[in-house]
């Protein structure tokens, strides 16, 4: 099924927004601190509230009906206690999965993350491209109909990485993660052959950008790395507008975080929500409750 997980509910942006917009950036854990960023950077008058579904942490692996109940569940909840003008579905597999059903039930454009395609078959020189992602976001039809539609003259090899988003969200806990554990999920994006070698890596799992640092320090060759977060705040300026009034160097407010459990939220953690602008961090407590 085709779907567009970028657009807002309407093909067309929204009236003009002449107050301070509100917008809930949504994820099922610390992923879209990388769409925050951009967020912020786009809309740094805008009111940002970061929602973390960490209690379900992580979406993978839940059955697909379990899946859209629970996000169902959880953003009812946010968008009653928030009321945002537009929600970022910061994460791949709730947005191939969950969007549509967002938008029949709330009346409030939703922007959602598609794995950045299209880009990399135009960045590619070699014509070897890999798509690292999460299993699920592997397996949809959605993921290779982006292949077939956009990157049919390349050499396409998608990654199921089964731990890359609990190492990275251990490593922003301040746990230890190797290098070895990190190439162990990378290391298959890299391929060789007589034809050439990857030159462009897509990360479509919004987690993945966070340790993109660790990523070029332990490839064996340079790559152009993709990351899906400054479309999306693109995105969703086209659908909000721009800073309502803007001086150039406008500096963005303060985060409001909302966990629904904050059981993995230890010091370190907290230092680095601080570090990307969240300035207070809430609890909406919603237990995953698989029947």
Avoid at 233 to 261: E, K, N, Y
């Amino acid at each position: 099924m085709r779907f567009d997980l970028m657009a807002g509910t309407a093909a067309a942006p929204l009236a003009p927004i002449t107050r301070t917009p509100v917008v809930l950036v949504f994820d099922s854990g610390l992923g879209g601190l990388t769409v925050l960023a951009e967020v912020r950077r786009a809309r740094p008058d805008a009111r940002v509230v970061y929602a973390a579904d960490d209690a379900a942490f992580p979406y993978g692996g839940l059955a697909e009906p379990v899946l859209v109940e629970r996000v169902l569940a959880v953003m009812q909840r946010l968008i009653a206690l928030h009321a945002p003008d537009l929600v970022v579905v910061a994460c791949n597999t709730a947005s191939t999965l969950v969007l549509p059903a967002l938008r029949r039930r709330f009346d409030i454009p939703f922007v959602g993350t598609v794995p950045p395609i299209k880009p990399a078959a135009a960045a590619t020189r070699s014509g070897l491209v890999s798509v690292l992602a999460t299993p699920g976001t592997v397996r949809r039809d959605y993921t290779r109909d982006l292949v077939e539609t956009y990157a049919a003259g390349c050499a396409v090899t998608l990654v199921g990485a089964t731990g890359l988003a609990s190492l990275t969200e251990a490593a922003l806990s301040g746990l230890p993660v190797s290098d070895a554990d990190l190439w162990a999920e990378i290391g298959p994006c890299f391929v060789e052959g007589a034809a050439g070698r990857t030159d462009v890596v897509v990360l479509a799992c919004t987690h993945y950008p966070l340790l993109l640092a660790r990523y070029q320090a332990i490839a064996p060759w340079p790559v152009t790395w993709i990351d899906p977060a400054p479309a999306i705040a693109r995105r969703m300026t086209q659908l909000i507008g721009g800073p309502v009034r803007s001086t150039g160097d406008d500096v963005p407010g303060p985060v409001l975080a909302a966990f629904t459990s904050g059981d993995r939220l230890t010091p370190a953690l907290r230092t680095a929500l601080a570090d990307r602008g969240i300035a207070e961090v809430a609890f909406e407590a919603m237990p995953l409750v698989l029947q």
